[in-house]
Each structure stands twice: as C-alpha cells, then as structure tokens.
C-alpha cells in the first residue's frame, strides 16, 4: 500500500503534543495506524519535545498539586495513542477499519447501523465527547460522485477503502485530505469498488444543490 496524502506537520504536531481534542485526534491516530512514514514523524516529534522538557530546569510546586491533576485527568476523554500498530491494507479477511475506529465503532463495516443518504450513499456518526466536532464514516458507491460542496469550517477525509479523485488528486486508503473554506469539490469514488471515508468536520457542508440544503439538518451533514 502507497499512501500519497499525509497529514501536515501541523496536524502532527498537536497530535504528538497532546493539543488535539479526541475527534480530530481519531482521525489522525486512524491516519497513523495505516501510515509508517508519519508514525515515524510523530515519534520523532515526542522525542525532541520530551528532550526539551528534560532540559527544563525543576520547577517548585504547591502541596496537593498531584492530586489536583488526577482529578482533572479523571474528567479528561482518553485521546488515541500515537503508537498505534500497523493495520494491513483492506483485503479479503482483514479490517477495512483500523484499530483506533474499531474500538469507537464497536466492530468493522459488517457491524454499522448506516444510515441512507440518498443515490446509494450512506453514513454512519459516530459517538464522541468532543463538543462542535463531528466524526463520521461515509459509504460512497463505486463510480459515483458525492454532491458538490463547499466547506463552513476544516475537514479531514482519510479513505479506509476503494478510492475517490477530486480537483486536488486521488486518494486511496491511508491518503488524508486535509479541507477548508478555501475548498469547493465533488469528489467521485472510483469505479470498482465502494468508497468508505472517515470524515471529520467542525462546521456544516455547504452544499450547491438547493434540494440538498434543504434535508441537510435531518442528515446532520
């Protein structure tokens, strides 16, 4: 498996420090699960930052200051390891979705409750703590297009299997799109196969279609 699309050094970089919240943090420890190149990113980010706090000099602190952070860590979501292992490509036998999705979802494709969306597309949110963000697998039927849209807000798009080609390229499992208000796209999923994405966004699509504006707050897209 060749992945073209990664993550920008950004994104990583949260993500080894711990900024990101427990959404977005899925998407990239899902990204990380496929990809060896940015795994190997990653660990070498956490190694340089736990450098640079080694070369910090003892700082005092106040009594009951350790019990202090237990209780806030208690009331804190656990976000995805960076060190998740490897997950094989999708092929016959093996998980179409990595571990860190699988332990969200509660089991594979085979499993999921999908919702219709309409032409054959069909989706499935999943349950997250994290307030304003919105986790979701996409099911998108070979050789067609999903609707022409905008975006309100950024957008992840890491396809788990077949592949889908827009204005910026092709993407095909383990490639990450990173999307913004900057981007008006209608990705078609590739002829052979059906495309499943996981799809992170933090603001509602903005879709051209009249007759798609007008279902989208029931289709919570």
């Known amino acids: 498996m060749s992945i073209n699309h990664h993550p920008s050094d950004a994104l990583l970089l949260d993500y080894a420090s711990g900024a990101l919240g427990e959404t977005w943090g899925l998407g990239i420890a899902t990204h990380l699960a496929l990809c060896p190149e940015c795994r190997r990113t990653v660990a070498l980010m956490e190694d340089i930052g736990g450098g640079l706090l080694d070369a910090l000099p003892p700082a005092p602190v106040s009594e009951g200051s350790f019990d202090a952070l237990l209780a806030r860590l208690d009331d804190v979501a656990p976000e995805p390891a960076a060190g ?11 998980p179409v979705l990595p ?10 494709i085979d ?4 919702r219709q ?8 949110i999943l349950p997250m703590a994290q307030k304003g963000v919105t986790a979701r697998l996409l099911w998108i039927p070979a050789g067609k297009p999903v ?3 905008a975006h309100g807000g950024q957008e992840l798009t890491l396809v ?13 499992r383990g490639d990450l799109q990173e999307a913004d208000e900057s981007l008006s796209h209608q990705p078609h999923a590739a002829p052979g196969e059906d495309c499943i994405c996981l799809a992170i966004t933090d603001a509602p699509l903005r879709f051209k279609s009249l007759a798609a504006r007008m279902v989208q707050p029931l289709l919570r897209i």
């Open 84 to 94: 998740t292992p490897a997950t094989a490509p999708a092929s016959a036998g093996a």
């Open 99 to 108: 571990l860190p999705l699988r332990d969200y979802v509660g089991s594979d």
């Open 117 to 124: 969306l309409g032409m054959g597309a069909r989706q499935f």
């Open 160 to 172: 788990l299997r077949g592949s889908f080609s827009d204005e910026t390229g092709h993407y095909a």
């Open 147 to 149: 609707l022409e849209h």
């Open 111 to 114: 499993g999921i409750r999908w």
